[in-house]
């Protein structure tokens, strides 16, 4: 079947620390990897993606690159603010199934 | 351009009543999606539509929910009658056809007591 599993939170980082938020997946065919947040108050949007294998998908400094070897999608930032702290799911998708599997989330909290 | 749209944002029901909860997408998106999240969880897929079709409906509990799209812009889903554990965020999402990239509205928190 089809899966997402990622890394248990909350997390909770200084600003300008390293992040790494570990994604794992299984998937019957070949699936497109997503990263989603949710800011507080607010509805979920698409952070980054990536479609096939050693595909990176980037955007606002955050990183994640689709591992077909290892079946991992980790998000990662350099250098988080304090607007980074929200809630991050890891989401798969096989369009020939249509159908989304979302992780359970990560709650990552930036103090200054 | 405007997004996702749903109401009410807050419900507060007892268990056996009913409950709607309306969404209308973004403009020109054919694909239509209804998401269950429960608290700690990540979002569970209840019903997709593309235009007023049903495309999947597996994981809809049809003893109780009920979901239509009809003329295949706004959409609504029905819960009756409600039960505890029906207490979540639902989430209404759509995307162009035959993209990945969804747009989420901002939930409709619901409360069974």
């Known amino acids: 079947g089809n899966s997402v599993t990622q890394m248990e939170g909350p997390v909770t980082l200084s600003e300008e620390a390293f992040l790494t938020i570990n994604c794992t997946y299984t998937a019957t065919g070949y699936p497109s990897l997503f990263w989603y947040v949710q800011y507080p108050g607010e509805g979920l949007q698409l952070l980054l993606k990536?479609?096939?294998?050693?595909d990176k998908g980037s955007n606002k400094g955050f990183e994640a690159t689709y591992r077909k070897e290892t079946t991992s999608f980790h998000l990662e930032k350099g250098s988080v603010q304090v607007s980074d702290s929200a809630v991050y799911f890891c989401?798969?998708?096989?369009?020939?199934?249509?159908?989304?599997?979302f992780g359970t989330g990560t709650s990552l909290t930036v103090i200054p | 351009e405007a997004g996702v749209a749903q109401s009410p944002r807050y419900k507060i029901i007892e268990k056996r009543q009913s409950v709607a909860f309306w969404c209308n997408p973004i403009s020109g998106h054919a694909t239509l999606y209804w998401y269950q999240q429960i608290l700690g969880q990540g979002p569970k897929l209840l019903i997709q539509?593309?235009?007023?079709?049903?495309?999947?409906d597996s994981q809809l509990p049809k003893d109780r929910f009920s979901a239509e799209r009809l003329k295949g812009v706004d959409s609504t889903l029905k819960i009756q009658p409600a039960k505890l554990e029906d207490s979540a965020v639902y989430l209404c999402?759509?995307?162009?056809?035959?993209?990945?990239?969804?747009?989420f509205g901002p939930g409709t928190r619901l409360t069974v007591t």
């Open positions: 989401a798969l998708t096989v369009l020939t199934a249509n159908q989304f599997y």
């Open positions: 999402a759509s995307s162009l056809k035959d993209t990945y990239e969804q747009y």
């Open positions: 990536a479609t096939k294998a050693d």
């Open positions: 539509f593309q235009n007023n079709g049903v495309v999947d």
